[in-house]
């Protein structure tokens, strides 16, 4: 969608902006990066150049040998400029206006928004030369992504760690004016697989990893949404700028659920909520020596999805149909009908390379009404823009 020029300057973070590089690439953005000399040692620029497909800009002077080099290439070429680690050194440089580097000179002649994410000490962050470049910079245009409290490289806790790379990405794309097309909207998604508990230490549970519930938030998140995760034993990074209630059984995700929908104007149910839970589940461990073999009884749990459509007032409903083959369709669309929701997404689990765990999906999208879209294999970030296109027509 947009040309990204990715700045990576000298601090101990510039190995996360390999993550924001992938994330902007999944995200459908061409990304080119400049690093200064100093960055190079943390990070590679070969690793950049790999992940870009494009050469890496770190010397000013270029190479003699490369007709054509010309150090304002990067600049004239991108639509948003990211300088993510921003050293304390380099946002100096960016408000002092010097131009003694290709990532400067870059900032300089460069006259779209720019967007600087720190990361630094503390004790550099509060230091007061740190604090006045940011205000400049910040009064000048420049989009400050500001870092977040906790560990440190260093074993300090403190301001200064780098934001997350999803929100660091969300803040480049809302710089270009991605989208603020769900803002004042409350989602609601559910993640994860629940695990019914069998005794003290086992369960029945499922392989679902919450990363299509993650990509969906993510994606909520850049449109502008309030997000609430209800999760269902989800071990992936969690956003500053999400709420999330932990719900690990069938029974917590459906108290959860209550009690946050009425409140929310979309829901979208990924989670793999476990149909069946053991009856009386053991207090402690079961003895294993105690029988040759073991009877478990099921019964069924909440239809969350069935309860929540019968409660809603206004909500508009997404939910998840994991089904084998061309049959599991004609499931999913019943599925869909039997429950009263608006949107039912049918995924292939069948299908090698996509589904629970994977970092890709390939979905249908079935409603409202009677479109439906067959999605081939792609990013889950890409499958839940796809989803939030079609919910969103029912919120406007
Ligand atoms: C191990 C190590 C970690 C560093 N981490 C940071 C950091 O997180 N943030 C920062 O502003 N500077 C950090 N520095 C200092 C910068 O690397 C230094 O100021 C350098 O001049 C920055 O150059 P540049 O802005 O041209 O990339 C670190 C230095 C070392 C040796």
């Known amino acids: 969608m947009a040309e990204v020029l990715l700045g990576v300057s000298g601090g101990i973070a510039a190995?996360?902006?390999?993550?924001?590089?992938?994330?902007?690439?999944r995200r459908g953005h061409a990304v080119s990066v400049v690093m200064t000399r100093n960055a190079t040692r943390f990070v590679g620029e070969t690793?950049?150049?790999s992940l870009s497909g494009r050469p890496v800009g770190v010397d000013l002077f270029g190479m003699p040998q490369e007709p054509?080099?010309?150090?304002?290439?990067?600049?004239?070429?991108?639509?948003?400029?990211?300088?993510?680690?921003?050293s304390a050194n380099t946002l100096a440089r960016m408000a002092a206006g010097l131009g003694d580097g290709l990532l400067a000179t870059s900032f300089l002649a460069f006259e779209g928004p720019v967007v600087a994410a720190p990361a630094m000490n503390t004790k550099m962050w509060e230091n007061p030369?740190?604090?006045?470049?940011?205000?400049?910079?910040?009064?000048?245009?420049?989009?400050?992504?500001?870092?977040?409290?906790?560990?440190?490289?260093?074993?300090?806790?403190?301001?200064?760690?780098?934001?997350?790379?999803?929100?660091?990405?969300?803040?480049?794309?809302?710089?270009?004016?991605?989208?603020?097309?769900?803002?004042?909207?409350?989602?609601?998604?559910?993640?994860?697989?629940?695990?019914?508990?069998?005794?003290?230490?086992?369960?029945?549970?499922?392989?679902?990893?919450?990363?299509?519930?993650?990509?969906?938030a993510d994606a909520a998140r850049a449109r502008g949404a309030e997000v609430t995760v209800i999760a269902a034993n989800?071990?992936?990074?969690?956003?500053?700028?999400?709420?999330?209630?932990?719900?690990?059984?069938?029974?917590?995700?459906?108290?959860?659920?209550?009690?946050?929908?009425?409140?929310?104007?979309?829901?979208v149910m990924a989670a793999a909520v476990a149909d069946y839970r053991p009856v009386d589940a053991a207090a402690g461990k079961l003895d294993k020596s105690a029988a040759a073999a073991m009877?478990?009884?099921?019964?069924?749990?909440?239809?969350?999805?069935?309860?929540?459509?019968?409660?809603?007032?206004?909500?508009?409903?997404?939910?998840?149909?994991?089904?084998?083959?061309?049959a599991g369709l004609e499931r999913a669309r019943a599925k869909r009908a039997r429950k009263g929701v608006d949107i039912v997404v049918h995924n292939?689990?069948?299908?090698?390379?996509?589904?629970?765990?994977?970092?890709?999906?390939?979905?249908?999208?079935?409603?409202?009404?009677d479109a439906e879209t067959h999605l081939e294999r792609r990013s889950k970030r890409a499958c839940a823009e796809a989803i939030l296109d079609r919910a969103g027509t029912l919120l406007r």
């Open 15 to 25: 190995y996360k902006a390999v993550d924001v590089l992938r994330i902007l690439q």
């Open 47 to 49: 690793t950049f150049a």
């Open 68 to 86: 054509g080099y010309d150090h304002l290439d990067f600049a004239r070429r991108a639509d948003v400029m990211l300088v993510c680690p921003a």
């Open 129 to 216: 030369a740190v604090v006045e470049n940011l205000a400049t910079l910040a009064r000048r245009g420049v989009h400050i992504v500001p870092p977040e409290s906790g560990l440190l490289a260093d074993g300090d806790v403190g301001m200064g760690r780098l934001a997350e790379p999803a929100v660091i990405c969300d803040r480049t794309e809302a710089a270009l004016g991605v989208s603020t097309e769900l803002s004042g909207r409350r989602v609601l998604i559910t993640a994860g697989g629940t695990r019914e508990p069998i005794d003290a230490v086992r369960y029945v549970g499922n392989s679902s990893s919450g990363r299509m519930a993650w990509a969906i």
């Open 234 to 267: 989800v071990g992936l990074p969690r956003r500053g700028d999400v709420t999330y209630v932990d719900a690990p059984t069938a029974a917590g995700m459906h108290a959860a659920c209550l009690e946050a929908f009425p409140h929310c104007d979309l829901l």
């Open 295 to 326: 009877e478990i009884r099921l019964e069924r749990t909440e239809d969350i999805l069935t309860d929540l459509a019968s409660r809603r007032s206004g909500q508009a409903l997404v939910g998840f149909a994991a089904e084998a083959g061309a």
């Open 348 to 369: 292939d689990i069948s299908a090698p390379g996509v589904g629970f765990g994977s970092a890709d999906n390939a979905i249908t999208i079935i409603g409202p009404g």
